[in-house]
């Protein structure tokens, strides 16, 4: 098992930035590719970004590529997410999660084995 927080959340005026934070504990934090989803009110969750288990190679949504950053810390046990030049489009609550397989990185919910609660983004305009 694997226990994922997400963390930094809040309200932001557009333009503005946000870094979040998602906490992972139990089982090797490196054994796991990690990604970032969000869910817009009345909407599907989408992928957002995803980084490989040794963080050298990433991947963006289009929407969000050249504005956010995901990154990791094996030491610490730890995957971020910074946004910048946030838009109200980016409104949602976002996931961190877990994926366990030999690929590099993974863009379907269903490739991931563990969630986070998730955490509110708000971007006022």
């Known amino acids: 098992q694997v226990q994922l927080v997400e963390s930094g959340g809040g309200l932001v005026q557009a333009g503005g930035s946000l870094r979040l934070s998602c906490a992972a504990s139990g089982r090797t934090f490196s054994d796991y590719a990690m990604g970032w989803f969000r869910q817009a009110p009345g909407k599907e969750r989408e992928f957002v970004a995803a980084i490989s288990w040794d963080g050298r190679a990433t991947y963006y949504a289009d929407s969000v590529k050249g504005r956010f950053t995901i990154s990791r810390d094996n030491a610490k046990n730890t995957a971020a997410l910074q946004m910048n030049s946030l838009k109200p489009e980016d409104t949602a609550v976002y996931y961190c999660?877990?994926?366990?397989?030999?690929?590099?990185?993974?863009?379907?919910?269903?490739?991931?084995?563990?969630w986070g609660q998730g955490t509110q983004v708000t971007v006022s305009s």
């Open positions: 999660a877990a994926a366990g397989g030999s690929g590099s990185y993974y863009f379907y919910e269903y490739e991931y084995d563990y």
